[in-house]
C-alpha cells in the first residue's frame, strides 16, 4: 500500500507540473475537452525589446518595461489575456514564456495581441498579429511569436498527461492492489 501512495503522489505531481494551461475559465476548458478537441502551444520568444518611452513629468524613469500584455483570441472569442515580465539589465530586453490551452477541433483565426513591449514612433504599444490555424483532434498545434511575427508549426500528436489520465492509472493501480 506505502508503493501505491507513493505512486499515486508521483504521478499527480507529475500531472500537476506538466498540465499548467492558460487562464481559460475551468468551465469554459471543462466544456472543450469532453468534446473533440487539440491543444495550441504558444511560444513567446521576444528578444529585442527596446527601453520604454519616458512618460510625460516622469521623475524615476525606469527604461524597462514593467510589464507586457499578451491576449489570444480564436475566432474574435478570447482565450487568453495574460501580463507578461520582461527581464534584463539593458536594453534589448527579453521576455520567454508560453501557453498551452485546449481548443475545439477546427479552422480558426488566431489573434495575439501584444501590448507593453514594442512602441511605434507615435506612441501606439499594441499591435495584433494574426495567423489561420486548423486544430486537429488529440494534436498539438505549437505556435511561436517572436515580438513581430507569428508563426505556426508542425502539428505533433498530444503527449501530456491529464487528470482523466492520472485518475484512470490510480484506478488500476488500486484494482491491482486489491486483487493481490
Known amino acids: 500500500m506505502k508503493n501505491y501512495i507513493i505512486s499515486s503522489a508521483a504521478i499527480l505531481n507529475f500531472a500537476l ?96 495581441i501584444y501590448s507593453g513591449c514594442r512602441f511605434a514612433e507615435d506612441g501606439e504599444s499594441s499591435f495584433a498579429y494574426t495567423a489561420h490555424v486548423n486544430i486537429v483532434k488529440d494534436f498539438v498545434t505549437p505556435v511561436r511569436f517572436d515580438g513581430s511575427y507569428l508563426a505556426v508549426g508542425n502539428q505533433t500528436e498530444n503527449s501530456s498527461v491529464t487528470l482523466e489520465d492520472i485518475n484512470e492509472r490510480l484506478d488500476q493501480i488500486e484494482r491491482n492492489v486489491q486483487s493481490e
Open 17 to 112: 507540473i506538466s498540465c499548467a494551461s492558460a487562464d481559460i475559465s475551468k468551465s469554459r476548458s471543462a466544456y472543450i475537452t469532453s468534446r473533440d478537441h487539440g491543444w495550441i502551444e504558444l511560444s513567446v520568444n521576444d528578444n529585442a525589446i527596446p527601453p520604454r518611452p519616458p512618460y510625460e513629468n516622469e521623475k524615476d524613469y525606469t527604461p524597462t518595461p514593467p510589464y507586457c500584455s499578451i491576449t489570444v483570441k480564436l475566432n474574435n472569442e478570447q482565450f487568453i489575456s495574460e501580463k507578461v515580465y520582461p527581464f534584463g539589465q539593458q536594453p534589448p530586453y527579453s521576455l520567454a514564456t508560453g501557453f498551452r490551452f485546449p481548443v475545439p477541433v477546427g479552422d480558426f483565426k488566431m489573434d495575439v
